[in-house]
Nanobody
Framework: QVQLVESGGGLVQAGGSLRLSCAAS????????MGWFRQAPGNEREFVAS????????YYADSVKGRFTISRDGAKNAVYLQMNSLKPEDTAVYFC???????????????RGQGTQVTVSS
């Protein structure tokens, strides 16, 4: 059974930082592209970042480029999203995803986690 479990969300003031983690189990982690998307109430899913299965290629939404960094650790079956200079508009539930094919800048996935809430106060 595939599980993706996110952690690290919370409440932070604008300008602050958070680091999201996603622990993956039940899949050949090093064969999957990993990604993050977010969804705010009343909004559609929004691509945030993705990383290729080797970790060589990364993609970012324009809205987070230069502020967020995605990384992965194959030894720990984990993917991370370091979020700096947070803004109120970053407030959303953040979901970790895994896809056997490339994710690129899409919100496509084979598996996703339950999400973790990120709230940025002004």
């Amino acid at each position: 059974q595939v599980q993706l479990v996110e952690s690290g969300g919370g409440l932070v003031q604008a300008g602050g930082s958070l680091r999201l983690s996603c622990a993956a189990s039940g899949l050949a982690f090093n064969s999957y592209a990993m990604g993050w998307f977010r969804q705010a109430p009343g909004n559609e899913r929004e691509f945030v970042a993705s990383i290729s299965w080797r970790g060589v290629t990364t993609y970012y939404a324009d809205s987070v480029k230069g502020r967020f960094t995605i990384s992965r650790d194959g030894a720990k079956n984990a993917v991370y999203l370091q979020m700096n200079s947070l803004k109120p508009e970053d407030t959303a539930v953040y979901f970790c995803t895994a896809r056997r094919q490339a994710i690129g800048t899409t919100t496509m996935y084979d598996y996703r986690g339950q999400g973790t809430q990120v709230t940025v106060s002004s």
